[in-house]
């Protein structure tokens, strides 16, 4: 998959869209996710469905179907450059082990702080509300991540988290 990664990535290098994510899916389904500075158009799927339709046909890629999308509002963050573009922004992060058997935080993520852990690693925070109008901050590098994702409120008729 790495390869397909790799690949894809390659294909979609002059054609200004950030690639997300390739997936494989059940009956033959490729889903490419992919973004843009100023959000993904349908054109923009178009284009670059057309674009790797041909390079997946020359490179023998087996599949049925490709999707091409956006990653929508609760968008997957990956790398650090991810984290460091949402920074100020609601996310939701997975932790790979439990801290006060708790590796579901949900918050404000904060810009890392100077100096890094020992390893030179990035460490970043998350303001989250620990109990009734208390708040505190939650340190963390990339590598204490399973998974993490953009949580926004979005505001429905008025109702509000």
Same mark, same amino acid.
């Given at each position: 998959?790495?390869?397909? &990664?790799?690949? $894809?990535?390659?294909?979609?290098?002059?054609?200004?869209?950030?690639?997300?994510?390739?997936?494989?899916?059940?009956?033959? *389904?490729?889903?490419?996710?992919?973004?843009?500075?100023?959000?993904?158009?349908? +054109?923009?799927?178009?284009?670059? @469905?057309?674009?790797? @339709? =041909?390079? &997946?046909?020359?490179?023998?890629?087996? #599949? =049925?179907? *490709?999707?091409?999308? @956006?990653?929508?509002?609760?968008?997957?963050?990956?790398?650090?450059?991810?984290? *460091?573009?949402?920074?100020?922004? =609601?996310?939701?992060?997975?932790?790979? +082990?439990?801290?006060? @058997?708790?590796?579901? #935080? $949900?918050?404000? *993520?904060?810009?890392? +702080?100077? $100096?890094?852990?020992?390893?030179? =690693?990035?460490? &970043?925070?998350?303001?989250?509300?620990?109990?009734?109008? +208390?708040?505190?901050?939650?340190? &963390? $590098?990339?590598?204490?991540?399973?998974?993490?994702?953009?949580?926004?409120?979005?505001?429905?008729?008025?109702?509000?988290?």
């Amino acid at each position: 998959m790495a390869d397909l &990664f790799a690949m $894809t990535r390659e294909a979609l290098a002059g054609m200004d869209v950030e690639l997300i994510d390739v997936e494989r899916a059940a009956m033959g *389904l490729l889903r490419v996710t992919i973004d843009k500075e100023d959000g993904v158009r349908v +054109e923009d799927c178009e284009q670059v @469905s057309r674009q790797l @339709s =041909r390079v &997946f046909e020359v490179e023998n890629v087996d #599949y =049925r179907r *490709l999707e091409v999308g @956006s990653p929508g509002v609760d968008r997957p963050l990956r790398g650090e450059a991810d984290f *460091l573009r949402v920074a100020g922004a =609601r996310v939701e992060i997975k932790l790979r +082990e439990a801290i006060d @058997s708790r590796k579901v #935080y $949900t918050g404000i *993520l904060r810009m890392p +702080e100077a $100096t890094g852990d020992a390893a030179g =690693r990035s460490v &970043f925070g998350l303001e989250f509300e620990a109990k009734k109008n +208390e708040i505190q901050v939650l340190s &963390f $590098t990339l590598d204490d991540i399973e998974r993490a994702k953009l949580d926004p409120v979005l505001d429905f008729k008025g109702k509000k988290r």
